[in-house]
């Protein structure tokens, strides 16, 4: 081998080293943040096993700090209740801030100035906040839903390359807060006891109604998609069971919604893109998802949706799409006049009443009941009692 020929392979050698390092470099990794809270490392979608710790009691947790970001959240009896965003420009000069409070977005109008891009979309079931430092090829989504327990689901978007300077939670879950909030309320004892099977049965509940309202069967999903589906369900048990709340269940299908949104994307600039073009019809599915899957569980386990009366029930947000609705008719419902004597009530009955109730007596809690018009109303109460 002459020395052209060997000096043109040792060239071509160390480009490929040179291109694959830099690819692997750009991969996009992600971490997340949801329930109680479940705090998932920095990962690839090669990744279908991610490292994850679940964090409890009132701290602030530091998610990530690197030269362009410094993001911490603010946990109070098991749920992320507040966040924090500085931007920095890569020599660690704040350029702007974006926080929450009361579950309220705000984000520093010079942050523009910077090309740091944020994107707020509310609706009447949520909102959700795009957080991208372009520079940095950096994104952070958050969300929130209007359905109790109220809390925010995060996940987060960088290159490898920034993973050799990354600090956090999302570096390392080893439940380290930067600081302890020693006066604010301790985690409450779960509400009611439910056994393992059941927390797995009402998590299956709402994670099935979810995917059945994306038409994608798994072989249609990514692996990485099957791979979160799992692992929400398993987060999903321990979540229904500390809290003693099935409907603490909503929190992983806020992060299958997310997953289905952004599936197929492949760089930060498509996440953003797919997240905030279907979110505003995602949300509204979710919404009515959580509703039926609540009712579901309190058809199939009326002892513990109603186990324990000092409990307040979750306000529930509704909304039916007109042409979903079904004709309403009434003649069946003679036999439960007034002209009949000590009626029987059968165990339907007693819930119905009890949702209805609820909704309709409970004055301060009827601002967080969206009917769209009366028929909507009608379709709970035929469905609830008369059926």
């Known amino acids: 081998m002459d020395v052209l020929n060997f000096f043109l392979i040792v060239t071509a050698i160390v480009s490929a080293l040179l291109h694959s390092s830099q690819a692997q470099g750009n991969e996009i990794l992600r971490c997340k943040s949801y329930g109680e809270p479940h705090?998932?490392?920095?990962?690839?979608?090669?990744?279908?096993?991610?490292?994850?710790?679940?964090?409890?009691?009132?701290?602030?947790?530091?998610?990530?700090?690197?030269?362009?970001?410094?993001?911490?959240?603010?946990?109070?009896?098991?749920?992320?209740?507040?966040?924090?965003?500085?931007?920095?420009?890569?020599?660690?000069?704040?350029?702007?801030?974006?926080?929450?409070?009361?579950?309220?977005?705000?984000?520093?109008p010079h942050c523009s100035m910077y090309n740091i891009i944020a994107t707020l979309i509310k609706t009447s079931d949520g909102e959700t906040l795009t957080l991208k430092h372009p520079e940095a090829n950096f994104l952070a989504i958050v969300i929130h839903t209007n359905a109790l327990p109220r809390q925010y689901t995060i996940e987060m978007f960088q290159p490898r390359s920034l993973m050799l300077g990354s600090e956090g939670q999302c570096s390392k879950a080893d439940?380290?807060?930067?600081?302890?909030l020693l006066n604010e309320p301790a985690q409450p004892a779960p509400r009611q006891t439910i056994t393992k099977e059941q927390a797995r049965d009402i998590c299956e509940m709402y994670s099935i109604n979810y995917l059945n309202t994306i038409h994608r069967s798994p072989v249609q999903r990514s692996a990485y998609f099957n791979s979160t589906i799992r692992q929400t369900l398993e987060e999903c048990m321990y979540d229904v069971r500390i809290t003693g709340e099935p409907a603490a269940a909503a929190k992983g299908i806020e992060i299958l919604m997310i997953q289905d949104l952004i599936d197929g994307a492949t760089n930060i600039d498509?996440?953003?893109?797919?997240?905030?073009?279907?979110?505003?019809?995602?949300?509204?599915?979710?919404?009515?998802?959580?509703?039926?899957?609540?009712?579901?569980?309190?058809?199939?386990?009326?002892?513990?949706?109603?186990?324990?009366?000092?409990?307040?029930?979750?306000?529930?947000?509704?909304?039916?799409?007109?042409?979903?609705?079904?004709?309403?008719?009434?003649?069946?419902?003679?036999?439960?006049?007034?002209?009949?004597?000590?009626?029987?009530?059968?165990?339907?009955?007693?819930?119905?009443?009890?949702?209805?109730?609820?909704?309709?007596?409970?004055?301060?809690?009827?601002?967080?009941?969206?009917?769209?018009?009366?028929?909507?109303?009608?379709?709970?109460?035929?469905h609830i009692i008369l059926r």
Request: glycine content about 6%; overall charge positive.
């Open 39 to 108: 705090f998932l490392t920095w990962h690839s979608e090669n990744t279908l096993n991610p490292t994850s710790n679940t964090c409890v009691g009132n701290h602030m947790f530091k998610l990530v700090h690197n030269r362009y970001v410094d993001f911490d959240v603010k946990v109070i009896a098991g749920y992320g209740v507040d966040v924090t965003v500085n931007f920095l420009d890569g020599a660690g000069t704040s350029l702007c801030l974006a926080n929450t409070s009361n579950f309220n977005f705000y984000v520093q």
């Open 175 to 180: 439940c380290f807060p930067t600081r302890s």
């Open 270 to 382: 498509e996440i953003e893109s797919h997240f905030n073009a279907g979110v505003m019809r995602s949300f509204k599915w979710l919404n009515k998802i959580t509703f039926e899957s609540l009712l579901g569980v309190h058809r199939r386990y009326p002892k513990i949706a109603y186990g324990n009366d000092k409990s307040k029930v979750s306000k529930i947000s509704f909304e039916l799409e007109q042409k979903k609705l079904n004709p309403i008719s009434f003649g069946h419902c003679d036999h439960r006049s007034a002209h009949h004597t000590a009626p029987k009530f059968t165990d339907r009955d007693e819930l119905g009443a009890k949702i209805l109730a609820h909704l309709i007596s409970m004055t301060v809690q009827l601002k967080y009941l969206i009917v769209e018009n009366f028929r909507c109303l009608v379709y709970v109460i035929e």
